[in-house]
């Protein structure tokens, strides 16, 4: 992976979506880049990966020698599926069945609250801007919890999804998954390396008072009222 010398490739245009667990950040991220088809980034894959590949080499979460030697170890990069760029390790990428395994729930907040695990991940996630160049799409839509207030504070589209605990609760529990709503709302929120915040100047959208399409026409409609869009080709 090449190191970055600028936040974003200027003619990729960038969307960030923001929220806590279960507001609906990768079905709306889908949704959108689908529509305006734009590179998808889905940064919990990473921190999720980061946390399997290192509990995989006994690695504990915390500040530690061992934890920065695995993690210089790691050679990240990225292929494309579609309009999804999906993480490899070393050459190998990681199946959405183990990304989402109950060791990996249990423990992704506390890994991904580690200053040098966030680190590893800034420039990596920034230099998506690159591959979205390379691979003829026009800008990207990435998700996550600080992709409008830490990975590009300066995105021209930046917004913030919500909704009430008790819909996340059951959202999650639809999905079939495991998460601790409640539980990692306190751990992202609190933590001290980029916690999860309302970005300054993003548009605040309640996943719980519009539809999902809703949520994604509005989202289209501002972007695609600003910028002209061009179509990826048929992969």
């Known amino acids: 992976m090449p190191a970055l010398s600028d936040e974003t490739s200027p003619e990729i245009v960038v969307t960030t979506i923001d929220g806590g667990a279960a507001t609906g950040k990768s079905s709306t991220a889908r949704g959108v880049s689908s529509r305006l088809n734009f590179l998808h980034v889905d940064t919990g894959s990473h921190y999720r990966a980061l946390t399997y590949l290192l509990i995989e080499r006994n690695i504990r979460a915390e500040e530690s020698e061992e934890m920065s030697i695995a993690l210089s170890e790691l050679d990240l990069s990225a292929h494309v599926e579609g309009n999804l760029a999906v993480l490899e390790a070393s050459n190998e990428s990681i199946t959405s069945e183990t990304l989402r395994s109950k060791t990996v729930n249990e423990n992704v907040s506390a890994f991904s609250a580690i200053q040098s695990v966030r680190r590893k991940l800034l420039n990596y996630q920034r230099w998506h801007t690159q591959l979205a160049a390379q691979e003829s799409f026009a800008g990207i ?95």
């Open 141 to 235: 839509v990435m998700e996550g919890r600080d992709i409008g207030s830490v990975v590009f504070p300066k995105a021209p589209f930046r917004f913030f999804l919500e909704a009430d605990t008790d819909t996340r609760i059951r959202r999650r529990s639809d999905e079939g998954q495991q998460d601790s709503v409640a539980a990692r709302d306190k751990a992202d929120s609190g933590r001290k390396n980029a916690p999860l915040q309302c970005p300054e100047g993003a548009v605040r959208i309640n996943t719980v008072t519009f539809s999902l399409e809703e949520v994604i026409d509005k989202i289209c409609s501002i972007v695609e009222g600003s910028v002209s869009t061009t179509n990826h080709p048929a992969s």
